[in-house]
Each structure stands twice: as structure tokens, then as C-alpha cells.
């Protein structure tokens, strides 16, 4: 049963936009925390960005002023919004939750290069 969805990645130039979104099952979302991650090849997955149900964000420092995490729970949906990509996020992103991850889904592919 596949409860966590994520889409809009792509190939982009350095410098350009995605957003990405996640779509997950009520019982992971609703009342959650909820994360991005990304994993870079030959690379451990790390933490991008986090929002509370409240929608208070946090963010690691390398995507500070760049990237914008929200969330609609009415569509327990969590997006990413990425601004200003460089090279160095090109990556599989994932979202799950912030604490107490659950199986990981696919992820969507992000690529920036010229």
C-alpha cells in the first residue's frame, strides 16, 4: 500500500525553480510533523526541511533563503518549493514525517546542471 507520493522533480538549470509535492495517507499526515529529505548518489539521506502543523518551518542551513517548505491538510499535502538550485541538489527527495519516520516512498528525482 503506497502512502507516500512525492512528484514534480525534474531537470532544471542552476539558478531555476521546482516545486515538489507529497502526497500522503491520512494516518502518516494528519497530525504530524512533516519532513522533506534528500539523498545525493554515494550519499547518506539528510534532513531539507520540516514543517509543524501549525505550519512553523525549519530548515537545514545549506537551503536557508532558498527553499520554502508548506503544507495544506486539507490535501495532506506537503510541498517544497525551491528557488536559486545549484548543482549541489541534485538529489532524490523525500518527504516523510519529521519524528517517527514511517517506509519511505520513491522520491522524485531532482536534477540541476547545465
Known amino acids: 500500500q503506497v502512502q507516500l507520493v512525492e512528484s514534480g522533480g525534474g531537470l532544471v538549470q542552476p539558478g531555476g525553480s521546482l516545486r515538489l509535492s507529497c502526497v500522503a495517507s491520512g494516518t502518516i499526515f494528519s497530525g504530524y510533523a512533516m519532513g522533506w529529505y534528500r539523498q545525493a548518489p554515494g550519499k547518506q539521506r539528510e534532513f531539507v526541511a520540516a514543517?509543524?502543523?501549525?505550519?512553523?518551518?525549519a530548515y537545514a542551513d545549506f537551503v536557508k533563503g532558498r527553499f520554502t517548505i508548506s503544507r495544506d491538510n486539507g490535501k495532506n499535502t506537503v510541498y517544497l518549493q525551491m528557488n536559486s538550485l545549484k548543482p549541489d541538489d541534485t538529489a532524490v527527495y523525500y518527504c516523510?514525517?519529521?519524528?517517527?519516520?514511517?517506509?519511505w516512498g520513491q522520491g522524485t528525482q531532482v536534477t540541476v546542471s547545465s
Open positions: 516523510n514525517r519529521w519524528v517517527g519516520t514511517v517506509d
Open positions: 514543517i509543524r502543523t501549525g505550519g512553523s518551518a
